[in-house]
């Protein structure tokens, strides 16, 4: 079977940061506005009192000091609570086409090829701007690519999920090369007024070029071993907001339409099914867990990647086999795991194996080999 591999990645991060500190100090002032005004209903028990949040508290449940956002005043403002992303005409590209074309040029540059070389773009992202146009099909156009182009959306493993579609795709002749990219603006869906999850996601965009090894030219080649892909439904992370909400207007507004979830079930739920299917995986291709130079896992929390990687090795993990961007970047859902080995591969020398793997609603979880070339 022809072989397939990564020669190229790329990165977009907004310019602006947001430190735990600063986002504290925004939820806490809407608290105390919240229940100064709503004190005699909470006197009552009618309401609960909102409970104010700390950085302690945010980097204890999650491993998270910072994130980057697309627009920090409006998520700041105690009144609003909502990045501000103006609406844009038609006629010009969207938000997502525009971070998508910077992680995408930086992919193509250390791929060393260019948009005529590549013959697909996918799109797999959690939270997409739109239904349609795809914006696959819009960063196509933007880049002056040629071919093919769609969206898809399996949350958080969307990255993962992908790299398998794009390598079929090469390895069954419809495309010399993929370039696979993870827009999310996972600000836009994020209750900033819920003390449990207020913190919890950042924005970036990731981009991967596949393409058939027989023609790669790049320095920074990762041989697609192996992917393995599992689903296993679960309501235990949701959005509800979608197309269909403008039918019953008594839900519009409501807070499942944005992102909730029950954290500790899904901590309970997720850990085992990552560390079995990614066991099992590398098992299956012969390949000993010990031997595994680099773990570049979904970035969601710290907590759940040490007990992933503890439950593989059977101890904690060096930094340097199992990397953290979460710390800065917080949960940037399908972009988290691409920008982990995006910013530690370099180091490693030919032969060295490594595990990207991400996972999340659905449940969702891919695992992908990768042999440095």
Same mark, same amino acid.
């Given at each position: 079977?022809?072989?397939?591999?990564?020669?190229?990645?790329?990165?977009?991060?907004?310019?602006?940061?947001?430190?735990?500190?600063?986002?504290?100090?925004?939820?806490?002032?809407?608290?105390?506005?919240?229940?100064?005004?709503?004190?005699?209903?909470?006197?009552?028990?009618?309401?609960?009192?909102?409970?104010?949040?700390?950085?302690?508290?945010?980097?204890?449940?999650?491993?998270?000091?910072?994130?980057?956002?697309?627009?920090?005043?409006?998520?700041?403002?105690?009144?609003?609570?909502?990045?501000?992303?103006?609406?844009?005409?038609?006629?010009?590209?969207?938000?997502?086409?525009?971070?998508?074309?910077?992680?995408?040029?930086?992919?193509?540059?250390?791929?060393?090829?260019?948009?005529?070389?590549?013959?697909?773009?996918?799109?797999?992202?959690?939270?997409?701007?739109?239904?349609?146009?795809?914006?696959?099909?819009?960063?196509?156009?933007?880049?002056?690519?040629?071919?093919?182009?769609?969206?898809?959306?399996?949350?958080?493993?969307?990255?993962?999920?992908?790299?398998?579609?794009?390598?079929?795709?090469?390895?069954?002749?419809?495309?010399?090369?993929?370039?696979?990219?993870?827009?999310?603006?996972?600000?836009?869906?994020?209750?900033?007024?819920?003390?449990?999850?207020?913190?919890? %996601?950042? #924005?970036? /965009?990731?981009? &991967?070029?596949?393409?058939? +090894? $027989?023609?790669?030219? !790049?320095?920074?080649?990762?041989?697609?071993?192996?992917?393995?892909?599992?689903?296993?439904?679960?309501?235990?992370?949701?959005?509800?907001?979608?197309?269909?909400?403008?039918?019953?207007?008594?839900?519009?507004?409501?807070?499942?339409?944005?992102?909730?979830?029950?954290?500790?079930?899904? %901590?309970? #739920?997720? /850990?085992?099914? &990552?560390?079995?299917?990614? +066991? $099992?995986?590398?098992? !299956?291709?012969?390949?000993?867990?010990?031997?595994?130079?680099?773990?570049?896992?979904?970035?969601?929390?710290?907590?759940?990647?040490?007990?992933?990687?503890?439950?593989?090795?059977?101890?904690?993990?060096?930094?340097?086999?199992?990397?953290?961007?979460?710390?800065?970047?917080?949960?940037?859902?399908?972009?988290?795991?691409?920008?982990?080995?995006?910013?530690?591969?370099?180091?490693?020398? !030919?032969?060295?194996?490594?595990?990207?793997?991400?996972?999340?609603?659905?449940?969702?979880?891919?695992?992908?080999?990768?042999?440095?070339?």
């Amino acid at each position: 079977m022809k072989k397939v591999v990564i020669s190229g990645t790329g990165l977009f991060t907004p310019a602006q940061s947001i430190s735990n500190d600063e986002l504290v100090e925004a939820f806490n002032t809407w608290a105390q506005q919240f229940n100064a005004e709503h004190a005699a209903e909470i006197a009552s028990g009618a309401i609960e009192a909102q409970p104010e949040s700390s950085s302690a508290f945010i980097e204890k449940a999650s491993g998270i000091k910072s994130r980057f956002v697309i627009d920090k005043a409006g998520i700041l403002d105690p009144q609003r609570m909502v990045p501000h992303i103006p609406e844009r005409s038609n006629d010009e590209w969207g938000i997502l086409c525009e971070m998508a074309m910077v992680a995408a040029k930086e992919a193509l540059q250390r791929a060393g090829r260019t948009a005529a070389d590549i013959d697909g773009v996918i799109v797999a992202c959690s939270n997409l701007q739109r239904a349609y146009p795809a914006i696959a099909i819009e960063v196509q156009a933007a880049l002056g690519i040629e071919g093919f182009a769609y969206d898809m959306n399996v949350a958080c493993s969307s990255a993962t999920f992908g790299i398998q579609a794009a390598t079929n795709a090469i390895q069954s002749g419809q495309a010399r090369a993929i370039l696979m990219v993870n827009p999310e603006i996972c600000t836009g869906h994020l209750n900033f007024r819920d003390r449990d999850s207020h913190f919890i %996601f950042g #924005d970036a /965009c990731t981009a &991967v070029i596949l393409e058939a +090894a $027989e023609q790669a030219v !790049s320095k920074h080649q990762f041989e697609v071993v192996s992917t393995k892909l599992l689903t296993q439904f679960s309501n235990n992370i949701r959005n509800n907001f979608g197309y269909l909400n403008r039918c019953a207007e008594d839900g519009i507004g409501a807070p499942d339409k944005l992102f909730v979830q029950e954290g500790r079930k899904v %901590f309970r #739920d997720v /850990c085992p099914m &990552v560390a079995s299917l990614i +066991a $099992e995986h590398l098992a !299956s291709n012969q390949i000993d867990v010990q031997s595994v130079q680099r773990f570049w896992l979904h970035q969601a929390n710290l907590n759940m990647n040490l007990l992933i990687t503890r439950k593989l090795l059977g101890r904690d993990a060096t930094a340097s086999e199992a990397p953290v961007i979460l710390d800065t970047y917080a949960n940037t859902s399908s972009a988290g795991s691409v920008i982990a080995l995006h910013l530690h591969q370099d180091d490693l020398a !030919s032969g060295a194996i490594g595990v990207l793997s991400s996972f999340g609603a659905g449940y969702s979880i891919g695992s992908v080999i990768l042999r440095k070339c």
